[in-house]
């Protein structure tokens, strides 16, 4: 199988692993509801191709995990389609939404979070008003990752994805889904082998799915990741009203930081079988899993 080109051209490669329909239910382990009060379980979703109509929220989710700056590198936020295209559209993308379009809202979000103000700024100035940027992802997308190669040219056979959850659907086993996804579709593509450069050691739940998926740990670069220090929940009057949207305060550059390593973790997609259709065999990625481990003791 060709591996992918260095840029996306021609018409859209057909592919067996998508449009995927599953319910979370098996996902997040048979339990009746989430953490947060708006994906009560079971929920129905499909993956597929992102489209038109998902761009915006899509581009509005990566934006909150840059304002975060505790995942991605950026430091400045996408702030046309186009610029965000160029990024996260330069190849394939894919994106999990509700099959019931977002409706109907089941509860108040009482308990979400995001990232606080600068701690040392709010002390110094209790009274300044916090200016804040709300987000807004739709009812409909709650997932969404990228695939493309990691190198030009004669390395183009690599590929590298950029994962995003909305933080209402965290802890139903979406990121370990899309991750699981995500190496069906690589290899469709035509790419031989995976490699993410830049996991977060702080980033805990990413790295947990990609051991559990069975990739293998490369390199660690130490202090490589200069990340926003996490400070704790927001108070419900800083939020927004539409539980669909979210508020992320500014936090002040320098103020906030630590340094945490970077892990490098590969995966060769020659070892992935394609099952017609490709479904989420539970087993094999234990398996795979295991086999991982044991090869590193």
């Not at 183009?156 to 139903?172: D, E, K, Q, S, W």
Request: overall charge positive; hydrophobic content about 35%; charged content about 20%.
């Amino acid at each position: 199988m060709a591996y992918a080109p260095d840029a996306k051209s021609g018409p859209p490669a057909t592919l067996t692993s998508v449009p995927y329909a599953v319910s979370l239910t098996a996902i997040a382990g048979g339990e009746s509801a989430s953490n947060n009060g708006i994906a009560k379980l079971p929920l129905h979703v499909t993956l597929d191709r992102i489209r038109p109509h998902d761009h915006e929220a899509v581009r509005q989710l990566l934006n909150f995990e840059i304002d975060g700056g505790r995942t991605y590198p950026f430091e400045g936020s996408f702030k046309t389609i186009d610029t965000f295209a160029g990024y996260y559209l330069s190849h394939e993308c894919f994106v999990l939404r509700r099959d019931d379009g977002g409706a109907p809202l089941h509860a108040d979000l009482t308990a979400s979070y995001c990232w606080s103000t600068d701690v040392a700024a709010s002390v110094a100035a209790p009274t300044k008003p916090v200016e804040s940027t709300v987000y807004n992802f739709g009812r409909s997308v709650i997932g969404a990752f990228y695939v493309k190669p990691n190198w030009p040219g004669r390395s183009g056979h690599v590929c590298n994805g950029g994962f995003l959850v909305v933080p209402h659907y965290r802890g139903l086993g979406v990121g370990n889904l899309l991750g699981e996804r995500f190496l069906f579709l690589a290899k469709e593509l035509g790419y031989r082998r995976s490699m993410f450069n830049l996991v977060y050691a702080s980033n805990v739940p990413s790295v947990k799915i990609w051991q559990r998926l069975g990739y293998e740990q490369h390199g660690r670069v130490k202090g490589a990741a200069r990340i926003r220090r996490e400070v704790g929940p927001v108070p419900a009057a800083s939020r927004s009203a539409d539980p669909y949207h979210w508020v992320h305060p500014h936090v002040v550059h320098g103020r906030d930081v630590e340094y945490v390593d970077a892990l490098q973790f590969t995966y060769d997609l020659s070892t992935v079988a394609l099952p017609s259709p490709p479904t989420s065999d539970g087993p094999y990625w234990k398996s795979r899993s295991s086999s991982s481990l044991r090869s590193k003791l």
